[in-house]
């Protein structure tokens, strides 16, 4: 049986009236309640009210939890309003693996719907599944419409509640993309004393213990249909969340009046209501909950278990690496900095870079291009020359966004068609085009279904393989996700529906036109659904300065920035992508930003190693000042060498809240564990402690030396259960610990 049709089908078979214990996993039933336990979890369900209670085995709980729909005609219903409750378990195999699964009816109501709970306890997963599906009842004549459906809420009303223990509790608030540069908030609840906040993630929260790291994770695994918020706000007692929602059907504007981390720039960008779900049932979102000790261990189980229900993409062979025009250019071009016959200069210096060449063939990455400037004749000129350096070319477009005037839309056609623009444009609330980027000169978001949209992807990769590109950069990809209220195909019914139909279309353009060899990295794009590239970017562009308040830089891009969110996302890496995407690096300057510092370098280069990020950069080589750096830190034996194969590091300490002065530390175990540690701080020291168990580290000696230039920096004895480095403020340090035999 298909792994998704399980939570949608139902069964009821005979209650269980005892105890039964298998693999762990035991069932209980009493008069009033049934319980179900594993190692990691138990779950309880009151007969009586149709609440059900999660407790984790490290403390964490949900209590008296609903689940309602929110039926377009018949209006609000939550499993507690529901007069009965019958509660069943039954033994599952599926391709997630064997289980007990609890399925609670609740009926008797005069709204004519029957709400189906299913909770699945795997045997041999950490996390356990939950989903909601309304059921039409007999002797109701309309079907079922929603656009707001959830599986497990925790309301005031039902005296529900999630209690985190710990002295310091986080709640991770994600936002919805990585656009604007917007960063992951860690909010902070601390007693009666701190203030109430409130909030919305999208697709996935946490909360845990900032000092132990033990906590939970929340999310959803089907990325099909629905937009998946997950409201909450803190109570008033520390570590009691008093009211959150995991629903499916968001639908957010920004809101400039907003702090952008905080419902003003984080949302879903919608100008029109989430489509609706319709039918004799209407099915939410499948929600995982895994409580854990250490929350990174949930973290990537939740990425596993996206990758179990919808799939990814693999990459044979050593990763890419890339060298891109935007950071040099200038947007579009228009500032003629670099004129197309300056990149066989380029192309020419990165031959020369040894180490470098080892792994991949570098892609040279024409990004943004203005197609007056770079003609399709041009490009494939550069590819042939690049060829001949053994290097190849990367491609970029935008597949579900027109850039184009104000006054432009009738007068414009969709390149590879005869459709003009005004005709293939998605739709607001008020039946007006939506500029999804606005402005004189703005992006018109496209209708991912309509036919256009594929003639002009098949356009755009028939230019791509005509300049022989093995390397293709999709932007601004959330466009094609947004609501609308009209698009071609009638059987599509919400934004996240259309992209999917958008996304495996392009996929599947991709390896008909160009071949399966070929490396996709997505850049602005909703988190999920992931299966259909390589990469994605971590966070927005990344411009290499160190901190966002630094003088005369942008308030946005640094380094600090990026890295302070990819401290919460490093799961992602193996287990979504094969590789994440933390932008270039740059050498010198990025377009007209003041120089960096070599010690700017060298903290960027450390971050996207420990992001497990592939290596780009985006320098102008013909600047000397450029071109003898990228000799010192392109073309570093060991720098090369881990980013032919890169892997992300675990972190040890996430970031905390929004100070721009944040202290991190990860590793990479292997026969050679990799520490890096980052003191974004621009006073204080950082003297972090390490201890050989966290790191896994064998009763035996260690040198302890610099990465980049093999400098012994110190060692660790065999048996010592601890040592400190320290790292200077405004740095970094990556060390190997390598084992003496």
Request: net charge neutral.
């Amino acid at each position: 049986m298909n792994l998704k049709n399980c939570f949608i089908s139902y069964c009821l078979p005979a209650l269980l009236l005892w105890s039964l214990k298998t693999n762990a996993q035991q069932v209980n039933k009493y008069n009033d309640s049934l319980v179900v336990s594993t190692a990691g979890s138990t779950v309880s369900v009151n007969c009586k009210t149709g609440r059900l209670s999660y407790h984790f085995s490290n403390g964490v709980v949900l209590y008296n939890t609903i689940a309602y729909v929110n039926d377009l005609k018949a209006g609000y219903l939550s499993t507690s309003e529901c007069k009965v409750h019958q509660v069943a378990t039954d033994n599952f195999e599926n391709e997630g693996g064997k289980g007990t699964r609890i399925v609670i009816k609740h009926s008797g109501n005069d709204k004519g719907i029957t709400l189906i709970q299913q909770v699945t306890l795997y045997r041999d997963h950490a996390y356990l599944l939950t989903n909601l599906t309304a059921v039409k009842a007999d002797g109701r004549s309309e079907q079922l419409e929603s656009r707001d459906i959830c599986a497990l809420a925790v309301t005031p009303s039902e005296q529900g509640r999630l209690f985190q223990p710990g002295a310091e509790p986080r709640l991770l608030d994600v936002p919805f993309d990585n656009d604007d540069w917007v960063n992951v908030l860690e909010r902070k609840w601390e007693g009666a004393d701190k203030p109430v906040f409130s909030g919305i993630s999208y697709e996935y929260a946490a909360v845990y213990d900032n000092t132990k790291l033990s906590g939970l994770v929340m999310g959803s695994l089907s990325h099909d249909f629905w937009k998946t918020g997950i409201t909450y706000r803190s109570g008033k007692q520390t570590g009691i969340i008093d009211s959150l929602r995991i629903y499916d059907g968001a639908a957010t504007e920004d809101n400039h009046s907003l702090q952008a981390d905080y419902g003003g720039l984080d949302g879903t960008h919608d100008h029109a209501p989430h489509g609706t779900m319709k039918g004799n049932m209407v099915s939410s979102s499948i929600i995982y909950l895994c409580g854990s000790d250490d929350v990174r261990k949930a973290f990537v189980g939740y990425g596993n278990a996206n990758v179990m229900f919808n799939g990814k993409q693999t990459w044979k062979g050593s990763a890419p690496i890339y060298w891109n025009s935007f950071g040099v250019e200038g947007v579009l071009g228009y500032s003629g900095v670099m004129m197309p016959k300056d990149v066989a200069k380029i192309s020419d210096f990165i031959q020369t870079l040894d180490n470098l060449n080892k792994y991949s063939k570098p892609v040279m990455s024409i990004d943004s291009y203005d197609q007056s400037i770079y003609t399709t004749d041009l490009l494939a000129s550069l590819g042939r020359y690049a060829k001949k350096k053994n290097q190849q070319m990367g491609f970029y477009f935008i597949p579900f966004a027109m850039w184009t005037w104000k006054n432009s839309l009738e007068t414009t056609k969709i390149a590879g068609s005869d459709y003009p623009l005004s005709e293939v444009v998605l739709r607001d609330k008020n039946n007006q085009p939506i500029w999804y980027k606005d402005g004189e000169w703005g992006a018109l978001a496209m209708d991912p279904t309509h036919p256009a949209v594929r003639l002009y992807i098949i356009n755009q990769l028939e230019k791509a393989r005509a300049i022989g590109a093995k390397f293709i950069k999709i932007d601004f990809l959330t466009a094609g996700a947004l609501e609308s209220t009209s698009r071609f195909d009638p059987n599509v019914h919400s934004g996240l529906q259309a992209y999917n139909y958008g996304m495996k279309m392009l996929r599947s353009l991709v390896d008909t036109i160009m071949g399966p060899d070929v490396f996709i990295t997505m850049a602005i794009s909703p988190m999920f659904p992931s299966q259909y590239a390589h990469t994605r970017f971590v966070s927005t562009d990344v411009y290499s300065h160190l901190r966002d308040d630094q003088p005369g830089f942008p308030h946005y891009g640094s380094t600090e920035s990026s890295l302070a969110t990819g401290s919460h996302m490093w799961w992602v890496q193996g287990t979504l992508w094969p590789y994440t995407n933390m932008d270039v690096s740059i050498m010198k300057n990025f377009e007209k930003n003041p120089d960096l510092t070599e010690s700017e370098i060298k903290v960027r280069i450390y971050a996207m190693m420990s992001m497990g990020s592939i290596l780009g950069d985006g320098s102008d080589f013909r600047n000397k000042i450029a071109a003898d750096r990228a000799r010192i830190f392109l073309n570093n034996k060991d720098v090369c060498a881990f980013f032919g194969d890169p892997k992300a590091f675990t972190p040890l300490k996430f970031s905390d809240g929004g100070s721009f002065d944040q202290q991190l530390t990860f590793y990479l175990p292997g026969d050679t564990t990799l520490l890096s540690m980052f003191n974004f701080d621009k006073e204080k020291k950082f003297s972090p402690t390490f201890t050989a168990k966290e790191l896994g580290l064998a009763n035996q000696k260690y040198i302890i030396k610099d990465f980049l230039t093999d400098a012994v920096l110190g060692q660790i004895e065999a048996g010592q259960p601890s040592f400190t480095l320290s790292i200077e403020n405004k740095d970094a340090l990556m060390v190997k610990l390598v084992p003496v035999k």
